[in-house]
């Protein structure tokens, strides 16, 4: 087993479940910015930062629809 950080880790779950799944997403306020590869690799359609609301919305930014349905 090789010795990696936890950021390294994650980043090395994170492809290897996209490649497995065609479903997963990767969303997130710097996904796209800080995982350059898994844009390259997997696209921009399925590692991109969401669209929140406003905050002036009523909605909190927790309760995104795709968040709470999974979508």
Sequence with gaps: ??????EQAIHQ????EMQRDGRVLL???????????????????RVRKPRWPKPSSP??????????CGR
């Design 27 to 45: 969303m997130g306020e710097g996904g796209a910015t800080k995982r350059g590869d898994l844009v390259r690799n997997f696209g921009a359609a």
């Design 1 to 6: 087993m090789s010795r990696m950080t936890t």
């Design 59 to 68: 909605v909190p930014r927790w309760a995104h629809p795709r968040a709470v």
């Design 13 to 16: 779950a994170l492809a290897e």
